[in-house]
């Protein structure tokens, strides 16, 4: 099933709603950059780009994947599809 | 009409009655002396949403209460011999909130503060009854105890004017009562109906968040912080709020969303009601000061 996810941004801070989950996540600064990095890029490239080491990052990847709000695609890491309000 | 000796402890007579709350239409089958306290309890709620399926209610002689909704059964259960009434005004309003589809609810109180609204949010305990009454009582408008009805499309808040319901703790630490007419009493709890109540609804101001923990901020009385609409949203959807029932989760999502952008979000972390309420008027009466 397609994981269905509404996201807003309030005073510069993302909410996301999982749908599937019922529940509200608040997304911290740090996971923020690395979920806004989800696109289509390998862990090491993420790591590089945010200037943080590859373990750190892939951590964060890790709990942002069971949060349901990034996929991997073999090494890739995606973005959840989110509508905006 | 049968009658017989109830589970409650009284000789009633069974029979029914229709109760209209602004829109929503409750039918009440049962003895005389619980729709009696039900028709006193839900005197002054309105619901302003039309087209909500009605909801009917039975209450035997022996005490086991039901609720059905378009033929469904959505609740059944036996009435305690004390503190029946909280728990069925507690059951048709927790069926009024499920079947909202435009407006939305918070569990919360809620009060009228020069011609603005303002929710106040908290853990059970946390002193939501007693800093509305206490606010009340310094001349604010009564608009809930219980729930804070919320229009998205219009950012207003709506009276929900169901009575304070008053432990013995609640009048303990709010002081001193606001006007009120006692509507019902039943399980040590006093259902006061507030004189000053609002009829109409108001816009939506502040969301403010009851915090009684200690903080030690360095601060010396209890001051509104700022707190940011996000983890407000986060704080909506972990209470009792619309978030509750999943069909309507989106709708509850964009809605609050867009309620909040409207709203000022704030914390008050007081350790007493009667220090939060003041520290609310103080603080409503610093915005509405003209500005030079």
Request: proline fraction near 6%.
């Amino acid at each position: 099933m397609t994981p269905s996810l509404l996201a807003a941004v309030l005073d510069g801070r993302v909410v996301v709603l999982d749908t599937h989950q019922a529940r509200v996540i608040l997304l911290d600064p740090e996971n923020e950059r690395i979920w806004r990095a989800c696109s289509g890029r390998v862990t090491d490239e993420i790591a590089a780009g945010l200037g943080r080491s590859s373990t750190e990052i892939a951590g964060a990847l890790q709990n942002l994947a069971e949060a349901g709000l990034v996929t991997s695609e073999g090494p890739k890491w995606t973005q959840v599809p989110v509508t905006w309000v | 009409m049968d009658s017989g000796a109830g589970h409650l402890g009284l000789t009633m007579i069974s029979d029914a009655s229709d109760l209209e709350l602004g829109s929503w239409r409750l039918h009440i089958r049962g003895p005389r002396t619980v729709r009696r306290a039900l028709h006193a309890v839900l005197s002054a709620v309105v619901i302003p949403e039309a087209g909500l399926p009605a909801l009917e209610m039975a209450v035997s002689a022996g005490g086991q209460a039901s609720g059905t909704i378009a033929g469904e059964e959505v609740w059944s259960f036996e009435l305690p011999k004390r503190g029946w009434l909280a728990l069925l005004t507690g059951h048709i309003v927790g069926t009024a909130m499920s079947v909202l589809r435009s407006l939305l609810f918070i569990h919360a109180a809620a009060v009228e503060i020069r011609g603005r609204g303002y929710v106040l949010v908290g853990d059970p305990g946390a002193g939501k009854t007693s800093t509305a009454a206490a606010l009340v009582r310094s001349g604010a408008g009564y608009l809930s105890d219980e729930v804070a009805l919320l229009d998205p499309k219009t950012g207003t808040l709506h009276p929900f004017a169901l009575p304070l319901a008053v432990k013995p703790w609640t009048a303990k630490a709010a002081g001193v009562l606001p006007r009120a007419r006692r509507v019902a009493s039943e399980g040590g709890v006093s259902y006061l109906l507030p004189s000053r109540r609002l009829r109409d609804a108001v816009p939506l101001d502040s969301v403010v968040l009851l915090d009684p923990t200690p903080q030690h901020t360095g601060r010396s009385e209890a001051e509104p912080v700022e707190m940011p609409r996000a983890e407000m949203l986060l704080t909506l959807s972990r209470h009792a709020s619309s978030f509750r029932y999943r069909p309507r989760l989106e709708s509850a999502f964009s809605g609050f969303v867009g309620l909040l952008r409207g709203a000022r979000c704030l914390r008050v972390n007081a350790s007493a009601p009667a220090e939060a309420a003041a520290a609310l008027g103080s603080f409503s009466a610093l915005l509405s000061r003209p500005s030079r």
